[in-house]
Structures are given as structure tokens and as C-alpha cells.
């Protein structure tokens, strides 16, 4: 038995996410999607952002354009351009508690994350940031990500775990994903654990040192 706790990153994707979406509908199955700002400032995308939002999903920033980890990013707006941005584009999606994901440059979860600034303005915005403890690599192993999901699963009690509706193929292997998760007994929650949210609403409320580049 183990509780599980889905996530997309890096969408959305015309020809990826609306998939992702159906089998979750199917299964009545709630995530959060963390979405790229330039991707969602596009029609076709915004679309499907609405679309997740109005099935019940949630709506996390992933920064505008997920190039360089902020932990490695020095420039002096550089949150107001990658968090802000991203922020006023998902108007009207926005969940009350003003989620973020930051990149992790390959779900490294480490100092490369954010920097001093960055944490001060998250704080100063009200933001929560949602990390996570499972990375099963589905971009870079779209046919053989699922065994390894499982493995992640099955080795803590509550798993917050990051998948990606991009166009890798590897979506094409998730209902058998969720069919493994059933046949094991997990628990598909929509709620973080607590180890993965080290700030809620804008107030520290875990070490985040390791998180957080050298000043």
C-alpha cells in the first residue's frame, strides 16, 4: 500500500496533453500541471490549461522558460521575469495558494534550484513551492519509465512524483502506469506530503538550505 501523488511538468502539449487529460477523466483521477509560461501564452495552449483547470486539476507555474535552473541565473529580475510572467499569464487558473515548481535542470533537487532573490520574492508573493521525491525520467526513457515509477512507489510511504506531458511518447504508457498503481493497491491522491512543500503561502515552514544557491 502506498499513497501517490501525480504531477505533470512542461506542458501543455496539443498533441500530448489532451491524452494525458482523457485517461484521467476516465479514471477521475486529479493532478497538477505544472505549465511553462511561453507555452501557455500561446491560444492552443491556454486551451488546454482551461480545459485541466475546469476538470478539477490544478495549475502550478513552472517559470516562463524553463531554460537555466534560477538557482544558476543572476540577473536582477530575473523572478519577476520567469515567476512573474508566468503568474499573470495563468490569470483566471491560478490556484488560491499560488503553486510553483522550480527547475531542477534533470530533477536535480539540490542548490541549483533557486536563489536568495528568488526565495524572496516567492515569500513576498505568496507562493508555495511544490518540489517533489520521484523523478522516473520519462523524457529520457519513454518506453521503459514505468518499472521504475513502480520501484519509486513502492519505496516510501507517500511519493510526489513528476511526469511530463511532452511528446516523447512516454504518455503513450501511462494508463498501464495507473492499471500497476491499482493492481499494487497505491492510493492516488491530488495533496502534497509535506516534505515536498518546504514553503506554503509565502512563509518558510522547512530548512530549504539545500535548495538555495550560495550567495
Known amino acids: 500500500m502506498f499513497d501517490l501523488t501525480l504531477s505533470f511538468d512542461n506542458g501543455p502539449e496539443p498533441d500530448v496533453t489532451p491524452l494525458v487529460l482523457d485517461i484521467l477523466n476516465r479514471r477521475s483521477i486529479k493532478t497538477t500541471f505544472f505549465v511553462i509560461g511561453q507555452k501557455v501564452s500561446k491560444p492552443e495552449c491556454r486551451k488546454l490549461a482551461e480545459r485541466a483547470h475546469a476538470e478539477g486539476h490544478w495549475i502550478g507555474n513552472h517559470s516562463w522558460t ?33 503553486f ?10 539540490d542548490r541549483r534550484l533557486m536563489s536568495g532573490p528568488v526565495v524572496e520574492y516567492l515569500k513576498r508573493g505568496g507562493y508555495t513551492c511544490v518540489l517533489w521525491n520521484a523523478i522516473p525520467r520519462d523524457w529520457a526513457d519513454p518506453d521503459g519509465w514505468v518499472d521504475r515509477a513502480m520501484e519509486q512507489c513502492r519505496s516510501q510511504p507517500w ?28 492510493r492516488i491522491r491530488q495533496d502534497f506530503p509535506p516534505d515536498c512543500t518546504p514553503i506554503i503561502d509565502g512563509q518558510i515552514v522547512r530548512p530549504i538550505d539545500h535548495y538555495v544557491a550560495a550567495a
Open 66 to 98: 524553463h531554460s537555466i535552473p534560477l538557482g544558476e541565473r543572476r540577473e536582477a529580475d530575473i523572478a519577476e521575469f520567469e515567476i512573474g510572467q508566468t503568474q499573470a499569464a495563468l490569470q483566471g487558473l491560478v490556484h488560491p495558494h499560488r
Open 100 to 109: 510553483f515548481r522550480p527547475f531542477g535542470g534533470g530533477g536535480n533537487l
Open 159 to 186: 511519493t510526489l512524483m513528476v511526469l511530463h506531458d511532452l511528446p516523447t511518447g512516454a504518455m503513450a504508457h501511462l494508463e498501464q502506469f495507473l492499471d500497476r498503481v491499482g493492481d499494487a493497491g497505491g
